[in-house]
């Protein structure tokens, strides 16, 4: 049985004083225990503040991305030492954001992926498709393109260890959501694909989360579904009864 994962990508959003705020009022909110296993991944600056909140409930702490290399001349990069030593245990690699703005590709991603496995950090591997390529009917050779290159020189026991997170691209931060059927089949397929590189062993261990405009009215819907084993939050993990709802549903 996959634990469920539920993680709150903070995006940039809240200074110090609103990430502290908003945490506290998220562990406040957690009042029922759960199984699901939950992360708050919020900005660098914030990841120690976050980190005194939680210490002591069964809360982790994610950062939001990092380079692969352990050190040197990278103005304004971190090194999974760094999250590490700020009490992260996950990271989100290869959001569709840092594809979009920030030029990440699939082979970056990859070196990112596994320098993060390497420190001993759990990725948050990001694939989706653009409603270009989904109107053209390409999303499966995307989401394929996408974890192929990701996974590359990777083992079987590695890939069990990281998340993958299915983000349609054109149902982030739009409001627009996938259909459960639409996300239960792209889940099917990314479990299917790495059963294919790998084995169904590792295919059915492998947690795969949905991220699109996932919220407490729809959240049960799409996590009732077979392969959907969880939700990397936006908009909504910055409304800390939203986020816990989601996480109870």
């Not at 690699?93 to 703005?101: I, K």
Request: one cysteine or more; hydrophobic letters at 45%.
């Amino acid at each position: 049985m996959r634990k469920r994962i539920i993680a709150g990508n903070w995006k940039m959003n809240k200074d110090v004083a609103g990430a502290a705020e908003l945490a506290r009022a998220v562990v406040a909110a957690l009042t029922v225990p759960t199984e699901t296993e939950i992360v708050l991944c919020p900005p660098f600056t914030d990841l120690t503040t976050v980190a005194a909140v939680i210490q002591g409930t069964p809360i982790r702490l994610g950062g939001q991305n990092m380079h692969w290399e352990e050190k040197g001349a990278f103005t304004g990069e971190v090194s999974a030492a760094m999250l590490l030593s700020a009490g992260c245990s996950h990271v989100i690699l290869g959001h569709s954001e840092r594809r979009q703005y920030f030029g990440e590709t699939d082979e970056t991603v990859n070196h990112k992926v596994r320098a993060a496995l390497k420190a001993g950090l759990i990725p948050i591997v990001c694939v989706g498709e653009t409603l270009a390529e989904r109107q053209t009917e390409e999303t499966a050779a995307v989401v394929a393109r996408q974890i192929r290159g990701a996974l590359a020189g990777l083992s079987g026991e590695e890939v069990a260890r990281l998340v993958i997170a299915y983000e349609p691209v054109w149902a982030i931060g739009t409001g627009v959501v996938a259909t459960s059927d639409q996300a239960q089949e792209v889940h099917a397929l990314i479990r299917q694909l790495v059963a294919r590189l790998y084995d169904s062993r590792i295919a059915e261990v492998l947690r795969i989360q949905y991220g699109g405009s996932m919220k407490p009215d729809n959240a049960a819907q799409l996590l009732a579904q077979k392969d959907i084993d969880g939700g990397l939050i936006g908009g909504a993990s910055l409304d800390a009864r939203s986020f816990v709802e989601i996480v109870y549903a």
